[in-house]
Antibody, heavy 121, light 112 residues
Framework: EVQLLESGGDLVQPGGSLRLSCAAS????????MIWVRQAPGKGLEWISV????????YYADSVKGRFSISRDNFKNTLYLQMNSLRAEDTAVYYC??????????????WGQGTLVTVSP | DVVMTQTPLSLSVTPGQPASISCKSN???????????LYWYVQKSGQSPQLLIY???SRFSGVPDRFSGSGSGTDFTLKVSRVEADDVGVYHC?????????FGGGTKVEIK
């Protein structure tokens, strides 16, 4: 059974940094691209980043490019999202997800339960 | 970026009655491989999204056959043949053709 468990969400001040983690199990983690999607309170879903199975290819939404960095540790079966220069508009529930696909352009089939990031003074 | 537009914003349905949600994209979601990369998700209160339909009309594992997807090119529809109380939630369409993946604004389904 595919399981994705996010952690690391917290209250952080504007301009601050935070690192989210997503522990994966139930599949061959290193084979598949992984995705981060977020959802601001009361709003819709926003795709923000994807990383290839090897970690060699990464892509970002314009809204986070240059501030967020996606990475993975295939030995620990863990996905990360390093978030710097946080803004109030980054306040959201952050989900990790996977399509169990090799290609990076793939729709998420499996989602974690999400972790809440709140950016506020 | 591909813009996804869902209608209606909300829907109130009597149990046992059908429901239909529309999703339109501002460009065709047909890939050169012949597949159309349109997806439907449901997000129940306090939960993460769950995949219902992939590639326009294929039901994901465990999804009841009351749910069906149809459409082509830029116009798509999710239909629930007989709505049940457990179907309450927000339904999202999403295009998986290009990065960034983009979602519709969501349709909130309630039970009368």
């Amino acid at each position: 059974e595919v399981q994705l468990l996010e952690s690391g969400g917290d209250l952080v001040q504007p301009g601050g940094s935070l690192r989210l983690s997503c522990a994966a199990s139930g599949f061959t983690f290193s084979s598949y691209a992984m995705i981060w999607v977020r959802q601001a309170p009361g709003k819709g879903l926003e795709w923000i980043s994807v990383i290839s199975g090897s970690g060699g290819s990464t892509y970002y939404a314009d809204s986070v490019k240059g501030r967020f960095s996606i990475s993975r540790d295939n030995f620990k079966n863990t996905l990360y999202l390093q978030m710097n220069s946080l803004r109030a508009e980054d306040t959201a529930v952050y989900y990790c997800a996977t399509a169990l696909a090799v290609v990076v352009v793939a729709a998420p089939h499996y989602w974690g339960q999400g972790t809440l990031v709140t950016v506020s003074p | 970026d591909v813009v996804m537009t869902q209608t209606p914003l909300s829907l109130s349905v009597t149990p046992g009655q059908p429901a239909s949600i529309s999703c339109k994209s501002n460009q065709s979601l047909l890939h050169s491989d012949g597949k159309t990369y349109l997806y439907w998700y449901v997000q129940k209160s306090g939960q993460s999204p769950q995949l219902l339909i992939y590639e326009v009309s294929s039901r994901f594992s465990g999804v009841p056959d009351r749910f069906s997807g149809s459409g082509s090119g830029t116009d798509f529809t999710l239909k629930v043949s007989r709505v049940e109380a457990d179907d309450v939630g927000v339904y999202h369409c999403m295009q998986g053709l290009n990065l960034p993946l983009t979602f519709g604004g969501g349709t909130k389904v309630e039970i009368k």
